[in-house]
């Protein structure tokens, strides 16, 4: 095996060279051979071919270099390898054919020798070329290449493929492209042949013994995205996804070190948010922003990202300890210049949050404090409220003391038509919020609202992992249960968008797009571990715990929804609120809290927030997102 690899080991470039200019003779006499039907050939006819012939190998040899046949390697010649000989075999022996007229007159030199000689040195120049390749692909095993399937003839899919030739070193080969457009099918790119459409590779994948499969379609939205993770999965092959936003424009290359596992986020396939960075950079560069609840999943994600926009200090707030060490030692790491300060605190301390506030001074201020785990915050009423209501309150009045600029709220979608308490006690918080604006002028007070971010604290996906990797069985409240989900990055970047946009006082709705069924979540983080739902890994379906609703809304009937400048964030006009003896109801809460009084708490909340009910949601008061922008 090591001779025969030694001995198609031709990459030199010097050795290119002596084979095309060897090739030059052979092809010149077997054009005269050739005229003369393979019989002897005439001696004033071979005298005249040998003298012409130094004059054949200059000129030809001299357009093969400046033409640049000798830029690539034969190791992954391709269509443009053949048409630059081509292009030299044509140039040449049309320079050759006039200096032989110029200086023979055609004497004893057939005019059909060019033509031949045309055909010829195409033919020993490209087929050697071929065959070299075509017998490094046969050893591809034997040099431990990995076969790659390409999905998507695309942009995308020709940098890909291109990457993977010019760098062998790492492991993989492309060995075909698959597309659905018709038109594309039977090309080549790069070399590499467009076998088929998107529906064929679980056929594919086992004719050409691929072993792996790669997504190249960075575009996909989610039902194309779904579709090919799922035609993937069928052919029992790896698969890996180029990241949206991974190549490389400038060099129009992939970068193949980002090459990575297909991951539940990819589903979502939501189209990149279009941010405007100078305009967020413009509202929190050079200011003090505090993050309230900046260890959790959210807050700590809201603290990265505001660390890139060169706040003049970054405060993080937050109860625990250990969350609290995590992201500073991040912080500290990632951004060493980031003047930061950490916060061990509770929002409901009122003396702790103003000893912040008065110590800080902050600019605006992020408030993802909360507790919100649906079927626990049920039998926690009064921690609920504490938190979520009284500690909003708390961090509000603060802001609103200090004449802080901006306030914006960490929301939720489970506060309209709240059935359960964390979503009452969300809906609450944006009241507070609301109130505190209508009192304070000199401090714009903001809601976000938005739905289920993957791989938050306490969210199915890390449950559903860790199920997962312990066999099973996977457990699903409902077969018809769905939510909306975003990632927590794309998530905290349209909340910085929403507090640069507002002018105070607004609920701003992010578009979460479509909702995606649970048991379908599940069986896809089932099928991308490399398992089969049912088969391997069971899935479990437990019944709708206490406070939950089959599908969540964005936003209730009451809120008609307004574009914004930004396309993903849309403006819920919110609905009136009587804040006559809001105040008081407010201290009530404070007191039953005291006193750990949760009947009166639950009174007291659905008092203050009149939507709040424990059955289920009337379908009248949906209204779909898609529905309200028309």
């Given at each position: 095996?090591?001779i025969?690899?030694?001995a198609i080991?031709?990459?030199s470039?010097?050795?290119?060279?002596a084979?095309d200019?060897?090739?030059i003779?052979v092809?010149?006499?077997?054009?005269f051979?050739l005229r003369f039907n393979?019989?002897?050939i005439p001696a004033e006819f071979l005298?005249?071919?040998?003298?012409?012939?130094p004059?054949?190998v200059?000129v030809?040899g001299s357009?093969f270099?400046?033409?640049?046949l000798?830029?690539g390697?034969?190791?992954?010649?391709?269509?443009?390898d053949?048409v630059?000989?081509?292009?030299?075999?044509?140039?040449g022996?049309?320079?050759?054919?006039t200096?032989?007229f110029?200086?023979?007159?055609?004497a004893?030199?057939?005019?059909a020798s060019?033509?031949?000689?045309?055909v010829l040195l195409?033919t020993?120049?490209?087929?050697p070329?071929?065959a070299y390749?075509?017998i490094?692909?046969r050893?591809?095993?034997?040099?431990?290449l990995?076969a790659v399937?390409?999905?998507?003839?695309?942009n995308?899919?020709?940098q890909l493929?291109r990457?993977l030739?010019r760098?062998?070193s790492?492991?993989?080969?492309?060995?075909?492209?698959v597309?659905?457009?018709?038109?594309?099918?039977?090309?080549e790119?790069?070399g590499?042949?467009?076998?088929?459409?998107?529906?064929?590779?679980p056929?594919l994948?086992?004719?050409?013994?691929?072993e792996?499969v790669?997504i190249a379609?960075?575009?996909a939205?989610?039902?194309?995205?779904?579709?090919?993770v799922e035609c993937?999965e069928?052919s029992n092959?790896p698969?890996?996804?180029v990241?949206?936003?991974?190549?490389?424009?400038?060099?129009?290359?992939?970068?193949?070190?980002?090459l990575r596992?297909?991951?539940?986020?990819?589903?979502l396939s939501?189209?990149p948010?279009r941010?405007?960075w100078?305009g967020?950079?413009d509202e929190?560069?050079?200011h003090?922003v505090?993050v309230?609840?900046g260890g959790g999943?959210?807050?700590?994600?809201?603290?990265?990202q505001i660390?890139?926009l060169?706040?003049?200090?970054l405060?993080v707030?937050?109860i625990?300890?250990?969350?609290l060490?995590?992201i500073?030692?991040?912080?500290?790491d990632?951004?060493?210049n980031?003047p930061?300060?950490?916060?061990?605190?509770d929002v409901?301390d009122?003396?702790?949050v103003?000893r912040?506030?008065?110590r800080y001074?902050p600019?605006?201020v992020f408030h993802a404090?909360?507790y919100?785990?649906?079927?626990?915050l049920?039998?926690?009423v009064r921690?609920?409220?504490?938190?979520?209501?009284l500690?909003?309150?708390?961090?509000?009045?603060?802001?609103?003391?200090h004449a802080t600029?901006?306030?914006?709220?960490v929301s939720?979608?489970k506060a309209?038509?709240p059935t359960?308490?964390?979503?009452a006690?969300?809906?609450?918080?944006e009241k507070?919020c609301?109130a505190?604006?209508?009192?304070s002028p000199?401090t714009r007070?903001?809601?976000?609202?938005?739905g289920?971010?993957?791989?938050?604290?306490?969210s199915?996906?890390p449950?559903?992992?860790?199920?997962i990797a312990?066999?099973?069985?996977?457990?699903?409240t409902?077969?018809?249960m769905?939510?909306y989900f975003m990632?927590?990055?794309?998530?905290?970047q349209?909340?910085?968008a929403?507090?640069?946009l507002?002018?105070?006082?607004?609920v701003?709705?992010?578009?979460?797009?479509?909702?995606?069924?649970?048991?379908?979540?599940?069986?896809?983080m089932i099928?991308?571990?490399g398992?089969?739902?049912g088969?391997?890994?069971?899935?479990?379906f437990t019944?709708a715990?206490?406070?939950?609703k089959?599908?969540?809304?964005?936003?209730?009937?009451?809120?008609?929804?307004?574009a914004t400048?930004?396309?993903?964030?849309?403006?819920?006009?919110?609905?009136?609120?009587?804040y006559?003896g809001f105040?008081?109801?407010?201290m009530?809460?404070?007191?039953?809290?005291?006193a750990?009084?949760?009947p009166?708490l639950?009174r007291?909340?659905?008092g203050?927030?009149?939507e709040?009910?424990g059955?289920?949601?009337?379908?009248?008061?949906v209204?779909?997102?898609a529905?309200?922008?028309?």
């Open positions: 095996m090591k025969a690899r030694s080991r031709l990459r470039r010097g050795g290119a060279i084979h200019l060897l090739m003779p092809a010149w006499l077997g054009a051979w393979l019989d002897s005298d005249q071919a040998f003298r012409l012939l004059v054949i200059v030809q357009i270099l400046y033409l640049g000798y830029r390697v034969w190791r992954f010649a391709s269509m443009p053949l630059r000989i081509v292009q030299a075999v044509v140039v022996t049309a320079v050759c054919a200096i032989a110029l200086a023979t007159r055609m004893h030199v057939p005019r060019f033509p031949l000689f045309a195409v020993f120049l490209s087929g070329r071929l390749r075509w490094k692909d050893w591809r095993g034997a040099a431990n990995k399937l390409i999905v998507g003839a695309g995308t899919g020709e493929a990457s030739l760098d062998p790492r492991g993989y080969h492309p060995i075909g492209f597309d659905d457009d018709p038109r594309k099918k039977g090309r790119i790069r590499v042949r467009v076998l088929g459409h998107c529906g064929q590779i056929e994948g086992t004719h050409t013994r691929a792996l790669v379609v960075p575009s939205n989610t039902a194309q995205m779904r579709r090919l993937c069928r092959v698969m890996q996804i990241p949206r936003g991974q190549q490389n424009a400038a060099s129009t290359r992939v970068a193949l070190d980002e596992e297909v991951a539940i986020e990819d589903l939501r189209k948010a941010l405007d100078p967020m950079r929190l560069a050079d003090t505090l309230t609840g999943s959210i807050g700590s994600e809201m603290c990265r660390a890139q060169d706040p003049s200090h405060v707030v937050d625990s300890e250990f969350n060490y995590r500073h030692r991040e912080l500290s990632a951004c060493p980031l930061l300060s950490v916060v061990l605190a409901c009122t003396t702790a103003e912040v506030f008065e001074g600019d605006v404090a909360a919100k785990h649906v079927p626990m049920e039998s926690q921690e609920a409220v504490r938190v979520n209501v500690g909003t309150h708390t961090v509000a009045y603060a802001a609103a003391r600029g901006r306030f914006v709220l939720s979608d309209v038509n359960n308490t964390m979503g006690s969300k809906r609450l918080a507070v609301h505190v604006h209508d009192e000199s007070f903001m809601v976000v609202r938005f289920n971010v993957l791989d938050s604290a306490g199915v996906v449950l559903f992992r860790d199920q312990r066999g099973g069985p996977v457990t699903v409902d077969r018809d769905e939510r990632t927590i990055s794309e998530a905290c349209l909340v910085m929403s507090a640069a507002g002018k105070g006082g607004e701003f709705v992010l578009d979460m797009g479509e909702p995606m069924r649970i048991v379908y979540l599940a069986e896809q099928r991308l571990s398992k089969i739902p088969e391997d890994v069971a899935i479990e019944g715990r206490p406070g939950e089959l599908s969540e809304e964005l936003f209730h009937s009451a809120e008609p929804l307004d400048s930004h396309e993903k964030i849309l403006l819920a006009r919110h609905r009136p609120v009587d006559a105040a008081t109801h407010l009530e809460l404070r007191k039953a809290c005291d750990f009084d949760e009166a639950g007291i909340l659905a203050l927030v009149p709040y009910h059955g289920s949601t009337p379908m009248e008061s209204v779909p997102i529905r309200a922008r028309r």
